[in-house]
């Protein structure tokens, strides 16, 4: 915005209540009148205060709220001062009587002004239903039309003032115009709960030279004390009180954070993104403290969350991810060591290693076998990881070897029961079988044997008796 006192005081009307407290509609003054009648209706008005009359607005545009005494002589000492009365006569109907500036741009300005004037209230009372289009085109063009200053040099020749007001103060208007409108849009949207769909309105204006994100971050700004304050609190207690810390800025901050998002995004402005960022640290610093107690692992979940949420630089994201894929891992790992009635955070993963060298020493390979694998599912560290692998290995090879009478039942290990119950088993059977067929051919053989010398003298006799039947056949 330029400097001059004409900008200083187009910035000081330019928020939400641009019309509501301009000096015309609150009087009802017309934009044209002179000063005389300016300080006539100024009497009347008094004289009608003083016996409890309301002082009615401009009944073109009438004020929703009745006007007070002090807002009465506010805009009164407006009309008083040329500057300040010219910004007015810029944001106030112009009317149809052009004999004394002879311009055509009358019907649109005011045009405009009621539009937008119109959408302004309607915001305040709480209307969404109004539409800001035909204000933020209207004014576009008003602005663009050279009509528009050159009825305000018109004013300006007329007010006759040269003293306090000349050629610059037009100069000044023109140039620090576009931002005043736009800014009352975005002071709109500051006292919404949601801004962002007021923030959208406000950049479709799109008026050159008009700063957004400056206007936008100058409507965040208390907000965004208030979250440095709370920050600072915040981290004061981390050391110690880390569910203090999460306290201070869930949820309050966080929903402020969320508030100046919408109005002013953070991926467009640095000193944002920061703030953010220092949060998000904030709670990735108190989730991690929470883990070292006992912890609640799903609201520490939850804060490491909020703060991935709100993480802005990629330092704080990988450390937020890592730290988060942690609790994860040792939610996993808490669940492995229930089994054997053992918890991460009581030191459960040494005293795990402690039973299974403690299994391997008394020749419990099985067992300690399984705890390796269990352990191979908690453990990181790739030198632990080889080391367990080993110590699973061999501890397979030697519960194949020696077996333990332990280590033959449990029901995860039907399967290799069976097979061991066949190994153990089969030889015996075999040896049955084999006894059985040795018994059977024993017997066979027995028998044989036992027959041999009958079936031999069988046969002697057979073949003495045939030979001697044939030997003594002749003397037979
Ligand atoms: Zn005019």
């Known amino acids: 915005m330029s400097a001059g006192p004409v900008a200083a005081v187009l910035r000081e009307v330019a928020d939400d209540e641009l019309y509501r407290r301009n000096a015309f509609r609150v009087t009802g003054v017309a934009t044209d009148a002179g000063a005389r ?27 929703l709220t009745p006007t007070t005494d002090e807002e009465v002589r506010a805009a009164y000492d407006v009309l008083a001062d040329p500057r300040r009365r010219l910004v007015h006569e810029l944001l106030w109907f112009w009317g149809d009587d052009v004999t004394s500036c002879g311009c055509r ?39 663009a039309d050279a009509a528009t200053w050159t009825h305000l040099e018109a004013r300006v020749a007329a007010i006759g003032d040269a003293r306090r007001l000349d050629a610059r103060a037009v100069e000044e208007l023109r140039a620090g115009a576009p931002s005043a409108l736009v800014a009352s849009v975005v002071s709109c949207a500051a006292r919404s709960g949601d801004p962002r769909r007021l923030r959208e309105e406000a950049e479709r204006w799109g008026l050159a030279a008009v700063d957004l994100d400056d206007l936008l971050l100058g409507a965040v700004a208390e907000r965004v004390e208030r979250v440095e304050g709370r920050l600072v609190e915040s981290q004061d207690r981390l050391g110690g009180d880390a569910h203090g810390a999460v306290a201070l800025l869930r949820p309050q901050v966080l929903d402020d954070l969320a508030w100046i998002d919408g109005l002013a995004p953070h991926d467009r402005s640095r000193l944002l993104s920061d703030l953010r960022d220092r949060t998000a640290i904030v709670l990735n610093n108190a989730a991690l403290e929470m883990l070292e107690d006992d912890p609640d692992a799903g609201q520490i979940a939850a804060v490491f969350g909020a703060a991935e949420a709100l993480a802005t630089s990629a330092t704080t994201r990988r450390a937020v991810d890592e730290n988060r894929r942690g609790l994860s891992r040792r939610a996993a790992a808490d669940k492995v060591l229930r089994r054997y009635g053992l918890t991460s955070a009581g030191g459960g993963v040494a005293t795990l290693v402690d039973r299974m060298t403690a299994a391997l020493q008394v020749g419990r390979f099985g067992e300690a076998a399984r705890m390796a694998g269990h352990l191979l599912t908690i453990v990181e560290d790739p030198a632990d990881q080889r080391m367990l692998r080993d110590v699973r290995r061999r501890a397979l090879e030697e519960a194949r070897h020696h077996p333990h009478p332990s280590d033959r039942v449990g029901p995860a290990r039907i399967g290799h029961g069976v097979l061991r119950l066949l190994r153990d088993v ?21 028998m044989i044997l036992a027959a041999l010398p009958l079936i031999l003298g069988g046969c002697y006799l057979v073949d003495r008796r045939t030979r001697r039947r044939i030997d003594i056949g002749p003397r037979w």
Not at 38 to 59: F, H, I, M, W
């Open 426 to 446: 089969l030889p015996g059977v075999l040896m049955i079988a084999g006894g059985i067929a040795l018994a059977v051919f024993v017997q066979h053989a027995v």
């Open 105 to 143: 741009s009358h019907q649109r300005h005011d045009e405009a002004v009621e539009a937008h004037a119109l959408a302004l209230d309607a915001e305040r009372a709480g209307d969404r239903g109004r539409t800001w289009r035909t204000a933020r085109e209207q004014w576009s063009a008003v602005l």
């Open 37 to 63: 009648a300016v300080r006539e209706r100024q009497k009347k008005d008094a004289a009608a205060a003083a016996v409890g009359v309301a002082v009615g607005s401009d009944p073109r545009l009438p004020l």
